[in-house]
T-cell receptor, first 114, second 109 residues
Framework: AQKVTQAQTEISVVEKEDVTLDCVYE???????LFWYKQPPSGELVFLIR??????QNEISGRYSWNFQKSTSSFNFTITASQVVDSAVYFC???????????FGKGTKLTVNP | EPEVTQTPSHQVTQMGQEVILRCVPI?????FYWYRQILGQKVEFLVS????????KSEIFDDQFSVERPDGSNFTLKIRSTKLEDSAMYFC???????FGSGTRLTVV
């Protein structure tokens, strides 16, 4: 069965610090997709990235970067030089190739203090 | 940029009442989804809908729930007889989960 684990429930950092949010997944499928979403205090879910299982290349988008490692079933998310506006709950999610449903982790609440 | 629109943003209903949550997905998308998030918890899949029928549903999506695409633009989630534990944020999403609506917060009293 598919499962996503975000072991960090809450993280608190000071502005300009780098922070990494961990995501470990379980699946028996060889084809799957991994996602990250941001949920700010206003409550909406904001799509950040999708990665498929055949593309292990790491990705950088501005201050955000993602490290996908199939060997450890991890898809970690790093924010460089964090800002107060990065404060939110971040969810990692998995979709298996034969399914349309996203399975979410429990989320990591990130607080960036000024 | 195209958006998924959900109405209302907040709905309060009496226990046992029927409620309909509305979504306008992105027009050229073919798959639509409903998810829910109980306050402070993770987001949970309810149902996916393709070609005017349910393609996949979770164990949460029991006989109290139904979905419909009554016309070419709206996608609705109906809860027939609401329970206190149905209180949650309900999200509509469009193809692949790239785009979620801003959610409807349902409060059952």
């Amino acid at each position: 069965a598919q499962k996503v684990t975000q072991a960090q429930t809450e993280i608190s950092v000071v502005e300009k610090e780098d922070v990494t949010l961990d995501c470990v997944y379980e699946t028996r499928d060889t084809t799957y997709y991994l996602f990250w979403y941001k949920q700010p205090p206003s409550g909406e879910l904001v799509f950040l990235i999708r990665r498929n299982s055949f593309d292990e290349q790491n990705e950088i988008s501005g201050r955000y970067s993602w490290n996908f490692q199939k060997s450890t079933s991890s898809f970690n998310f790093t924010i460089t030089a964090s800002q107060v506006v990065d404060s939110a709950v971040y969810f990692c999610a998995l979709r298996e190739g034969g399914s349309e449903k996203l399975v979410f982790g429990k989320g990591t609440k990130l607080t960036v203090n000024p | 940029e195209p958006e998924v629109t959900q109405t209302p943003s907040h709905q309060v209903t009496q226990m046992g009442q029927e409620v309909i949550l509305r979504c306008v997905p992105i027009s050229n998308h073919l798959y639509f989804y409903w998810y829910r998030q109980i306050l402070g918890q993770k987001v949970e899949f309810l149902v996916s809908f393709y070609n005017n029928e349910i393609s996949e549903k979770s164990e949460i999506f029991d006989d109290q729930f139904s979905v419909e695409r009554p016309d070419g633009s709206n996608f609705t989630l109906k809860i027939r007889s609401t329970k206190l534990e149905d209180s949650a944020m309900y999200f509509c999403a469009s193809k692949g989960g790239y785009t979620f609506g801003s959610g409807t917060r349902l409060t059952v009293v």
